[in-house]
């Protein structure tokens, strides 16, 4: 027993000694460029996918919520925190990239872009929303001469932005149609690419219409907060007084007018998701985060699209390992012969028809 206790004793020792002559590593801080400097405009735009001035001004908007509460020397400013965020939006790729861009640790990476993505997507009450009355005009006379149809604040659709799988039991609700898992983003655009309205907690295979159905927006229109005027859709959308949708056989020449206008006017919605995914390739290739951070960098993205067209920022490169593919999808195949065309075949008698008569 004594042995046993003294060969217990002697093995405590040894292993205090073997830890008294170990050296406490040191922390290594490495040095974070300031890309400011770094980068002529032109390279940083290509880098961050917006411009400099464009950059200070969101950052002016969002430094309050993302200052450190300390002031440790080692802290994340607030102008590196944002640059890490966009860079990740820029990339797409994982987070480990995005950290050794900028010197910091991949924790740290991970925590600071969900903070900055939260940030920047609490701007969206004042950046993501329908104009006032004043400004409802402007978006009708915009919308009109694209192809003269009238009364339209807005083009609506879904597009489809891959994440990866949420796990649990109801990961597979968030599996779309294409067989990969994704969030299904309903939005509305101007004539000018901006993004008036954006719903982004849907899973991959929720239908376009059951989300517009269980929105806010349609409840503003079917209880007339929006008066007599009209959104564009695809034909997977019902039909109504405030919806119109192309017609599926057009026979006369004014409602083959009909549809080639709304067609024309509905494309702006198209395009807008592609300058989207172009400025901002993460929404193209996947986001790997948990499914909170995802909504806000979604619903971030959409704040920094506006703010970029607002302040007349160049439109985003096409990049050569994005495919087309990935950021233009095919519309979906379902068609709707349901809902009221009462106001629609009033629009094609009364208007399209006097249109499309000879001169």
């Known amino acids: 027993m004594e042995n046993r206790r003294a060969f ?6 040894e292993a205090y000694e073997e830890t008294s002559e170990r050296t406490i590593a040191k922390r290594t801080f490495r040095n974070r460029l300031d890309y400011f400097e770094e980068y002529t405009e032109e390279e940083f735009t290509k880098r961050f996918r917006l411009k400099k001035c464009t950059c200070m001004d969101i950052l002016s ?20 925190k944002l640059l890490l965020t966009l860079r990740f939006y820029a990339t797409g790729s994982f987070l ?36 006032d009355p004043a400004g409802m005009q402007q978006t009708v006379f915009d919308f009109y001469k694209i192809a003269k149809f009238p009364r339209v604040i807005g083009a609506i659709d879904c597009t489809h932005v891959r994440v990866q799988s949420p796990g649990g039991e109801n990961a597979e609700m968030f599996r779309n149609r ?3 898992f994704s ?16 719903v982004a907690r849907w899973p991959g295979s929720a239908h376009d219409s059951h989300i517009f159905n269980c929105s806010r927006l349609k409840y503003q229109l079917d209880t007339g907060y929006f008066k007599d005027y009209m959104i564009l859709g695809d034909s997977g959308y019902k039909q109504c007084r405030y919806m119109m949708t192309p017609l599926l056989n057009p026979q006369s020449a004014a409602e083959r007018l009909y549809n080639e206008s709304q067609i024309r006017t509905r494309n702006t919605i198209e395009r807008t998701f592609g300058v989207w995914k172009r400025r901002f390739p993460i929404l193209s290739m996947g986001i790997r985060v948990s499914m909170d951070t995802v909504m806000a960098i979604i619903s971030a993205c959409a704040v920094l699209h506006n703010i970029a067209i607002s302040a007349k920022d160049p439109l ?27 106001a629609r075949t009033v629009l094609i008698s009364d208007y399209f028809a006097r249109l499309s008569r000879p001169a």
């Not at 217990?8 to 020792?13: G, K, M, P, S």
């Open 96 to 131: 480990i990239t995005v950290a050794d861009f900028c010197g910091v640790s991949v924790p740290t990476a991970c925590r600071v872009a969900r903070e900055v993505s939260n940030a920047i997507a609490s701007l969206s009450k004042d950046w993501v929303k329908f104009p």
């Open 61 to 80: 908007r969002i430094e309050s919520a993302i200052t450190p509460s300390t002031n440790r020397r080692t802290n994340v400013t607030p102008k590196t």
């Open 183 to 198: 969030l299904n983003i309903q939005a509305v655009c101007d004539a000018n690419l901006r993004f008036q309205n954006l």
């Open 316 to 342: 985003p490169p096409i990049d050569i390992e994005i495919s087309p593919s990935q950021i233009l999808e095919e519309p979906e195949t379902s068609f709707r012969t349901d809902g009221d065309s009462t």
């Open 8 to 13: 217990y004793v002697h093995a405590l020792e």
């Open 178 to 180: 294409k067989g990969y």
